[in-house]
């Protein structure tokens, strides 16, 4: 039986990177944390220890600093299709990059002066190989809670369920979306701002029978509403809120008191993309 190398890659992971834009006395802010992976002709390094073709991981966190000053950073996916372009355009040994980005959000609170958002985050992965270039933006830990107009009811049951049915019930989640963009040019701000919308617009009108359902439901409005996506996978924790039982206080509970599970909880995970969706190479 022979022994092969399989695939690998290597890279500088979690580069912290804040950029002002000092514009007079007001100033711009851009709060990155950026992940690079690198793959190509690496066999020496692993079977010889011959280091001719590797790039260190610590010039690509210089690479990024100095790319956040000669060319700042606007949008999460230009910066990240910036830095992937050039890993493969002067690395001959390197055929494939791969940059993650996830974008902190600021609150502006004076020209020179912001607090620390606490939505959710923005993210971006970018693959660039010679088979082409493609975009993933996304979105983790938007928290959503609809009080009402949530039921659960007519699932299977056995020996070892517990679980009452409810035709009211408080649903609520941290969205986790990824979506893929049909082309590695696009107005990022915008499309963003349009995906989350229709997520959120989603979540809000979608009476639901099911965390699934709401899911199908969320990614087939962005389809509808974003040309420019083509295809949607989101991620669902069932962050369960549980009625409090107040009888031992001489208390009723009409829905009105819970409390909030932490752990553990359901997870809820699906894709929703066109039928004619392009084949995709990279990196979700």
Same mark, same amino acid.
Request: proline letters at 5%.
């Given at each position: ?21 000092? #514009?007079?006395?007001?100033? @711009? ?20 220890? #011959?280091? +001719? ?6 010039? %690509? ?12 950073? !606007?949008?999460?996916? !230009? ?11 002067? %690395? ?24 620390? #958002? ?18 993933? +933006? ?19 049951? #056995? ?25 590695? @040019? ?6 963003? @701002? ?17 965390? %699934? ?10 389809? @509808? ?50 039928? !004619? ?5 990279? +990196?979700?």
């Amino acid at each position: 039986m022979g022994i092969v190398l399989g695939p690998n890659r290597y890279g500088k992971a979690e580069t912290r990177v804040v950029r002002v834009v000092r #514009d007079g006395e007001r100033h @711009e802010l851009r709060d990155l944390n950026v992940s690079v992976a690198l793959a190509g002709d690496l066999d020496g390094t692993h079977l010889t220890g #011959d280091n +001719a073709g590797v790039l260190p991981t610590d010039t %690509q966190k210089n690479t990024v600093y100095a790319f956040a000053k000669e060319h700042g950073i !606007d949008q999460p996916e !230009d910066f990240g299709l910036r830095l992937a372009r050039h890993f493969v355009a002067t %690395q001959p040994t390197i055929h494939s990059a791969r940059i993650h980005i996830e974008q902190y959000g600021w609150r502006r609170l004076g020209p020179h002066s912001f607090q620390r #958002d606490g939505a959710e985050t923005r993210t971006a992965t970018v693959t660039v190989d010679g088979a082409g270039e493609w975009v993933v +933006a996304g979105l983790a830990d938007l928290v959503l809670l609809n009080s009402t107009d949530s039921e659960f009811w007519g699932y299977v049951k #056995d020996g070892y369920t517990t679980l009452p049915e409810t035709k009211d019930r408080v649903l609520a989640t941290a969205v986790s979306a990824r979506w893929r963009l049909a082309s590695p @040019e696009a107005d990022w701000a915008a499309s963003y @701002e349009g995906v989350r919308a229709a997520l959120v617009t989603a979540f809000v009108d979608t009476y639901s029978f099911s965390l %699934q359902q709401t899911l199908y439901a969320m990614g087939r409005r962005v389809l @509808e509403e974003r040309p420019e996506v083509v295809e949607v996978r989101l991620a669902l924790p069932n962050k369960h809120h549980l009625l409090v039982d107040l009888a031992p206080f001489g208390l009723d509970n009409p829905n009105e008191v819970f409390v909030a599970a932490d752990r553990p909880y359901g997870l809820i995970e699906g894709t929703v993309l066109r039928s !004619d969706a392009p084949s995709y190479d990279g +990196a979700f």
